[in-house]
């Protein structure tokens, strides 16, 4: 093969190539995007993880673009890296960013825990601006142990709409 191409002329030689890169320059090219992207992407990535990862604020400033970057972050690793995003759930959580709070609420497995009663309450807040669907669930999940407190975590949650947690 090399004694071949030994044999071509230059000019020939180089024209062949020009004209094997242009018959490929789409793959080429959608290759070299894909990994620009990819690229981006990880930077991206990177840059919110360690704006997320902040826990001290000297300005209001300052936390509302945490939260704002944890949520981003959140929303690009949900289906590619989910220890990252329970971290970063987590972070939004201790935040005070109560649908995070209420997120691993819901993810729990042990749905009986103190833990996860924990999370209910603090995402409830109580019905004052809190995931009313966690009030329902706080609600059924202490109706046998104070059934006064647990009607009136059912009632927020039936007020907000949510009707399966109404008249039970």
């Known amino acids: 093969m090399l004694n071949f191409l030994k044999k ?19 793959v080429i090219m959608k290759t070299s995007q ?10 991206k ?11 001290s604020f000297d300005i209001t400033f300052q936390r509302g673009q945490t939260i704002q970057d944890c949520r981003k972050l959140a929303s690009l690793t ?27 609420a819901s993810n729990m497995t042990n749905k009986s825990g103190q833990r996860y009663k924990e999370l209910l ?18 609600g059924l999940l202490i109706k046998d142990n104070n059934p006064s407190k647990a009607s009136e975590y059912l009632n927020y949650a039936c007020k ?7 008249n039970l």
């Open 34 to 43: 894909e990994h620009v992207k990819s690229v981006a992407e990880e930077d």
């Open 121 to 138: 309450i603090k995402s409830c807040n109580s019905g004052g601006g809190g995931i009313m669907k966690a009030c329902g669930e706080l």
């Open 45 to 55: 990535i990177s840059t919110l993880a360690t704006s997320c990862d902040r826990t």
């Open 160 to 166: 907000a709409g949510n009707d399966e947690y109404c």
């Open 8 to 26: 071509i002329p230059t000019p020939l030689y180089l024209t062949l190539i020009i004209v094997v890169v242009m018959l490929n320059i789409d």
């Open 78 to 104: 949900k289906n590619s890296n989910q220890e990252l995003y329970n971290k970063v759930i987590n972070n939004l959580c201790k935040l005070e960013e109560l649908s995070a709070c209420f997120t691993l």
